[in-house]
């Protein structure tokens, strides 16, 4: 298992490729920015730099009060789910390593749900597009933050693609049935306001203007942080998600990704090229052979223990050569 870091110094001081981490003393808030390469997604390597970062914060009780995120790529805030491991696993049959994909993005949320009883605040800043997970990503944020040509959606279903597996969780609770139904059924994106208005957003500011907005929600909110955090642990008491409910739903999730067809997936394929080009990732010949090594990597975490996700028993794919035969 990965031995705990002790104090900021070693919480500040692990080496990422994918985030960015920046510390408030006086506020004693800890910002994760995200530039993920080659496509601002949430990717395996990605998911594993954001674990660490809390289980570090975990292991360091007390010493973060603020968790903040925000992305560092011009008009992105986050695509969702790594639309290209999806097709190379789909096309494998690979059930093993895209529920293991499902699960870490569980935990992932889980550790947001659960932030409350860590002592832990969360703020999200919004600045550009978020589909998707990307989407279901934020929900969980106790301070939404939206600047206002900021867009977002769950478009999944227009593309007659798996829907993400928190959106309705975290919808139906934020915002009730109806409001989730219609968001999620009919894929389309919405915007600043129309969030706001959907009480999925907490606070809209002009272009800009973000930066101050967390600034002046950490610091309202700091005097009585105690009493904020029992309140989030009441609500989250009066309008349960479980842990074992989002499991169901991967479950699902992953049965239904082997259902696509190849044309399903040569439009996930598409979509997947138009997010690099947007993003400024990577050249688009590449990507495949990232995501292979970003599988490789997680499965021999998995096996060998040296990670905070816990212990995952399956088979996956580790000879990604195996997939030429």
Excluded at 101 to 116: F, H, I, K, N, S
Excluded at 180 to 204: K, W
Excluded at 273 to 298: C, N, P, Y
């Amino acid at each position: 298992m990965t031995v705990p870091l002790q104090g900021l110094p070693a919480l500040m001081g692990r080496p990422y490729k994918y985030i960015r981490l920046e510390w408030s003393s006086e506020l004693a808030a800890l910002r994760v920015r995200t530039c993920v390469k080659p496509i601002q997604c949430y990717s395996l390597a990605a998911m594993a730099e954001l674990q660490r970062v809390f289980s570090d914060i975990s292991d360091n009780e007390g010493l973060v009060k603020h968790f903040v995120m925000t992305s560092d790529v011009a008009g992105v805030f986050n695509f969702g789910g790594d639309l290209s491991l999806f097709v190379l696993l789909i096309r494998a049959r690979d059930l093993d390593s895209l529920r293991m994909y499902g699960r870490r993005c569980v935990d992932l949320v889980w550790w947001m749900e659960t932030a409350p009883l860590r002592g832990v605040h969360t703020t999200v800043l919004v600045q550009g597009d978020t589909l998707g997970g990307g989407l279901e990503s934020v929900m969980p944020f106790h301070k939404v933050i939206f600047e206002r040509s900021a867009q977002a959606g769950f478009p999944e279903v227009l593309f007659n693609l798996f829907p993400g597996m928190g959106a309705w969780h975290f919808t139906i609770r934020k915002a009730g049935f109806t409001v989730a139904n219609e968001m999620i059924l009919s894929g389309r994106l919405y915007t600043a306001e129309q969030l706001y208005r959907r009480s999925l957003v907490d606070l809209v500011v002009d272009d800009g203007e973000g930066e101050a907005a967390i600034e002046q929600v950490l610091r309202s909110v700091s005097p009585r942080l105690r009493g904020t955090l029992a309140a989030l642990q009441a609500r989250r008491f009066a309008t349960p998600i479980t842990y074992e409910s989002l499991m169901q739903v991967v479950d699902h999730w992953t049965e239904t990704a082997m259902t696509l067809t190849d044309r399903d997936l040569r439009l996930m394929e598409r979509l997947a090229r138009a997010q690099v080009r947007k993003a400024g990732g990577a050249d688009e010949g590449a990507v495949e052979e990232i995501k292979r090594l970003e599988l490789d990597t997680a499965w021999g975490e998995e096996r060998s223990g040296n990670t905070g996700w816990g212990d995952e028993i399956g088979t996956g794919v580790t000879a990604w050569g195996a997939l030429q035969n």
